[in-house]
């Protein structure tokens, strides 16, 4: 995830308390220990924002072992998606049309999530989410205009990154994307913790499964 108190937050959720930190370099926490389901050991790190600070992070971490990569972030919804803020977008694949993400894209338009993760994901949280595509772009409230080809549900900064990355290393990854509020209809910091909580616990069964 890209805010650290988010990280912080499903650390206190997802982890035996007191959830110890793994990393504080540059702000951007992340806790590693024994999860609150006794079933393994769960890392959570903040990812920092945009797809340049996450494709940073995730190739420190794929060399120091990760395999399998879940986002918990955030995205807002585009004006024909009928997305509610609150609600989660399980990413089933991303418009590369920033920077980070079209360069790892290597020419690719779209890149995709894991099939495996995506059906266990979906099937996780069942009527809780929906499945589509996201737009990453570096400036969301000016995405280029060619992206619009591509009808997206929400639009996020850092998905294509993470799966053009992972792609590229053979390494499975999947974002599950709460939907942020508008100035219209804003979304409280409790309920977007709440959507948070959720998707986190389903990151956390699909990393232990």
Avoid at 3 to 13: E, S
Avoid at 43 to 68: C, E, H, K, N, Y
């Amino acid at each position: 995830m890209g805010d650290p108190g988010r990280a912080l937050f499903l650390a206190q959720q997802l982890l035996v308390p007191p959830a110890p930190m793994f990393n504080h370099h540059r702000g951007l926490w992340g806790y590693s220990g024994p999860a609150a389901s006794g079933k393994g050991n769960l890392l959570i790190q903040g990812a920092g924002m945009g797809g340049p600070s996450l494709a940073a992070v995730v190739t420190d971490l794929i060399a120091l072992g990760a395999r399998t990569f879940v986002r918990v972030g955030t995205a807002s919804a585009t004006n024909s998606s009928g997305l509610s803020p609150g609600g989660i977008l399980i990413a089933q694949d991303a418009v590369a049309a920033d920077g980070a993400g079209n360069a790892l894209a290597i020419g690719e338009q779209i890149v995709s999530s894991d099939p495996d993760l995506m059906a266990s994901a979906a099937a996780d949280l069942q009527h809780e989410a929906t499945v589509g595509r996201v737009l990453s772009c570096d400036i969301p409230q000016d995405p280029p205009d060619w992206a619009a080809a591509h009808s997206s549900a929400a639009i996020d900064m850092s998905t294509a990154a993470l799966y053009a990355l992972c792609s590229r290393e053979g390494l499975a990854a999947i974002s599950l994307l709460v939907i942020t509020g508008t100035q219209s209809d804003p979304l409280t910091e409790e309920a977007l913790n709440s959507s948070v909580a959720v998707a986190g616990a389903t990151a956390a069964r699909l990393l232990q499964a």
